[in-house]
């Protein structure tokens, strides 16, 4: 087990009260895997990103929770619990690459800046080539002359890029990928994704990639985890997630999707799209019984009183489920 | 009416706030209710000159025997009434012409900008004995003065904003409407361009007090007998071997004065526009 | 019957970039249309050229056969004819003005009575699913999909035989867009109305729109009914773009 982490919840302090952000999630990433976090707004998904990163704002406050990187403890509760891995063990690539790069100082010298905090006993002129070569590396054109531009002389793409090529010479155990290419157009999309695995095989670390495309996560991710309201209500391998959802909200979400290859009905009426009606639970109360239940098409009654445990989907010690029906068969 | 309720708690939950608060409060109070309890600022008591603050001149008379608190309250009413008067004017004629300007773009923005530079560019001091030398010396000059030299702050603030919303979607949803344009500056600019004018408006109404107390001072402000804070300074500070107290007073109201109007304004800054606290 | 919107060769630059380099086309009555592109393909600009908030360098814009005039006379007729759906349609409210007011603008502008807009607006709302109570309410005073029903009651009520969405679906969850999404095309086929939707989401756009063009720097690369167009590409930006677009269609690694 490569990363683990255990009963993540995270509250936020609110004028109108405390918000539970994340009610007990857990995550296992093995190394050269990627994970996709998948999750609507309000499901809490950055959350997890920034408790692991220690990156929360002042009003929150991580309950319980503890991550296990590299075969060492961290009690998340603890404030600034995983400073130690920032740069070294763990590496972010942020949705807005600027939120990584300084806008007054070079390309080049934010890549060596990387390099000699991680081996302080090398010289200049190595270091300038490995950052360079790091930049071949994730495919960006003319690096000798990219080393020596600054962030606001490159496209979004490129800059996004050139966040990927510090996670790659800061060589971290684990990446954490927060709607990295969301910003971005479709084709762009697609070289950063291929970008971050190639850095992923390079390496050998393991990828959380939190993202609201389920599109995304069937094509590049080895498994997922579904997150909503807070809870994570199924995790298992992409494949078998795909095949059999165990959730009723996972086969919603799926629904949701609009496969780029569905054909136009010539009859209009006929061309209508999926919805998941009714809204979110209030953050600040946690209804009963399943969270999902007020928007379930299959609930029955002890959905409202019973908290669904995490059951096994067609008997797969890899693939489970927060849903009562799998407890009940 | 709740939005200014709102914004006058959150100026009393800050130390700066209440202390801004209570100055103006103070200086407020002093300039209104002074002539009711004083005797006539211009009458002479020959034999009382210099006299030490007491019963009779709660802050003592001047050299011709005047009674120092009606002249102090005097000037300081004087002071706020000038000060309000050019704000409100050179607020409301700015911003109207940063809108114009900001809406209509083109030559007419190149215009209206190039008209602020060159009125910025002159210091006001300069400015002020041109326009005395041109017109005389006297409180119309000086508001007219002073608003001109104003004008130019308000309208650039107000253009900067009028062209952030002129491409902002609700304008365009207006626009394409063909809702009449005089609708469209008075209920769709004019309110958001309020918050950061108003604030201005606050923190411009301590310079224009100190502004008028500096002109006084050197003569060029107020004619005696009309008492203002400058003038009873230099007063005071003409006699300052024969009793110190008069200067002292009224540099101590023009300090309360724009001390208690830059804390109000800068609290009224950080509660309506955040984001600009603590730059100028 | 006169084509909806017609463009013809319009010609546009910023400075030295070219927003738009010769774009033609024609959107004929009561369709769907979309238009396709990534960012700086120029699809924004079209759309702003068409509402008139954009002039143009060369071209000739035509809404229902009537050349874009610039003057007030001319902005009044536009407006009944074509209304605007912004990417953030929640920004298209005025945020210090109660929606009965912004409501009550509308009616201003049509010579309309009060009370005729109210009986009008009141179906409109009714339709919309939205609580009559709506109105006395300020925009930040009503959730996110409230304000976008609400900007769309707005432009519904000036009776537009137009309308134009920028991006509808942008920064929406999947869950949420198609609930607009099927909004949208009740309101077209209710009121026959022609829907143009600028989009960078290809699956919707196949879905939604009778026919469609792929805009790409100023250019239309490709153009036609969207079958054809999306099922049998011509060209090779098209195909790469549909390559590109993450479908879950594909079984995982």
Not at chain 1, 82 to 95: D, E, N, P, V, Y
Not at chain 1, 147 to 175: D, K
Request: proline share 5%; charged share 20%.
């Amino acid at each position: 087990m490569a990363i683990s982490l255990r009963n993540l919840s995270v509250d936020y302090n609110l004028p109108i009260g405390a918000a539970h952000a994340l009610r007990d999630v857990s995550l296992d990433i093995q190394k050269g895997e990627m994970l996709g976090l998948v999750g609507e707004s309000g499901s809490g998904k950055s959350t997890v990103a920034f408790a692991l990163m220690g990156l929360l704002a002042a009003n929150a406050r991580v309950t319980s929770g503890t991550a296990t990187i590299e075969g060492r403890q961290f009690d998340l509760t603890r404030p600034n619990a995983t400073a130690s891995l920032r740069g070294r063990g763990m590496a972010m690539i942020f949705q807005d690459p600027m939120l990584s790069l300084n806008p007054v100082f070079t390309i080049g010298a934010q890549l060596i800046e990387v390099l000699r905090r991680r081996s302080p006993g090398s010289d200049r002129k190595t270091r300038a080539a490995q950052a360079e070569d790091a930049l071949a590396k994730v495919k960006l054109s003319n690096p000798k002359q990219r080393m020596q531009q600054y962030p606001h002389e490159l496209s979004g793409g490129m800059r996004q890029r050139v966040v990927i090529a510090m996670a790659l010479l800061s060589e971290p155990a684990l990446l954490i990928a927060d709607e990295p290419t969301t910003a971005l157009d479709v084709t762009v999309e697609a070289q950063i994704m291929r970008e971050i695995i190639g850095l992923r095989d390079r390496i050998g670390c393991a990828v959380l990639l939190i993202t609201h495309s389920l599109g995304l996560v069937t094509e590049h991710c080895d498994r997922i985890s579904v997150l909503y309201a807070g809870e994570r209500l199924e995790s298992g391998t992409v494949r078998d997630v795909q095949r059999q959802p165990g959730h009723p909200y996972t086969r919603m979400l799926f629904d949701c999707e609009v496969p780029i290859d569905r054909a136009r009905d010539p009859d209009a009426a006929q061309n209508r799209f999926t919805v998941i009606a009714g809204e979110l639970p209030d953050p600040r109360r946690r209804p009963p019984g399943c969270i999902f239940n007020g928007r379930c098409d299959v609930s029955f009654e002890d959905c409202a009183k019973v908290v669904p445990g995490d059951y096994a989907v067609a008997g797969s010690a890899s693939h489970g489920a927060r849903c009562l029906r799998l407890a009940t068969p | 009416m709740s939005e200014a309720m709102w914004a006058l708690r959150r100026i009393c939950s800050e130390r700066d706030g209440r202390l801004g608060l209570a100055f103006t409060t103070i200086i407020l109070v002093f300039a209104l209710v002074g002539p009711l309890v004083s005797p006539d600022p211009n009458v002479l008591d020959i034999k009382a000159r210099f006299a030490a603050p007491g019963i009779a001149h709660l802050f003592g008379t001047d050299n011709l025997g005047r009674d120092l608190f009606a002249r102090t309250s005097a000037g300081t009413r004087y002071a706020l009434t000038l000060a309000v008067t050019i704000v409100v004017i050179s607020s409301i004629i700015g911003s109207l012409i940063g809108i114009v300007a900001g809406i209509a773009g083109g030559w007419v923005d190149r215009a209206v900008t190039a008209v602020f530079d060159i009125v910025n560019a002159f210091p006001p001091l300069i400015l002020a004995f041109a326009l005395i030398a041109l017109y005389g010396k006297g409180s119309a000059t000086f508001v007219l003065l002073v608003t001109v030299v104003f004008i130019p702050q308000f309208g650039r603030m107000a253009r900067a904003r009028a062209r952030t919303l002129r491409n902002l979607s609700f304008i365009e949803a207006e626009r394409m409407l063909a809702v009449h344009p005089a609708t469209i500056v008075v209920r769709h600019y004019l309110p958001n361009v309020a918050g950061p004018i108003i604030v201005l408006a606050s923190m411009n109404l301590p310079v224009v007090i100190a502004f008028e107390a500096s002109l006084s001072f050197l003569g060029f402000g107020v004619q005696p007998p009309k008492s203002s804070l400058g003038t009873l300074i230099k007063d005071g500070f003409v006699s300052i071997n024969q009793s110190w107290w008069p200067t002292v007073t009224a540099a101590l109201v023009l300090a309360v004065a724009t001390l208690g109007a830059t804390l109000l304004g800068e609290a009224l800054r950080r509660v309506i526009d955040p984001k600009s606290a603590g730059t100028r | 019957m006169t084509d909806a919107i017609s463009v013809s060769n319009a010609q546009l630059r910023f400075g030295h970039t070219v927003a738009l380099d010769g774009v033609s086309l024609s959107i004929p009555q009561g369709t769907c249309f979309g238009i396709v592109g990534e960012s700086g393909s120029g699809k924004t600009t079209l759309m702003r050229a068409v509402l008139g908030l954009q002039r143009l360098d060369a071209g000739d814009i035509r809404i229902l056969g009537n050349p874009l005039g610039h003057g007030r006379a001319a902005l009044k007729r536009r407006a009944s004819f074509i209304q605007p759906i912004f990417q953030d349609p929640a920004a298209s409210l005025s945020p210090r003005s109660r929606i009965r007011t912004l409501m009550n603008e509308v009616g201003t502008v049509l010579k309309e009575p009060h009370a005729a807009t109210y009986e009008r607006l009141a179906v409109i709302l009714k339709r919309l699913g939205l609580p009559a109570s709506v109105v006395d309410k300020y925009p930040h005073e009503i959730s996110g999909g409230q304000a976008r029903r609400v900007a769309i009651a707005r432009a519904l009520l000036m009776k537009p035989s137009i309308l134009i969405a920028d991006e509808p679906t942008a920064g929406l969850d999947v869950s949420v867009q198609g609930d607009l999404l099927n909004l949208l095309q009740d309101i077209r086929r209710s009121d026959n109305i022609t829907l143009v939707v600028i989009s960078h989401n290809l699956a919707v756009v196949r879905l939604i729109a009778e026919n469609a063009v792929v805009m790409r720097a100023g250019k239309v690369v490709e153009g036609g009914e969207v079958g054809a167009l999306f099922g049998a590409p011509r060209e090779a930006y098209t195909r790469e773009l549909l390559a590109a677009w993450p479908s879950i269609t594909h079984s995982g690694p």
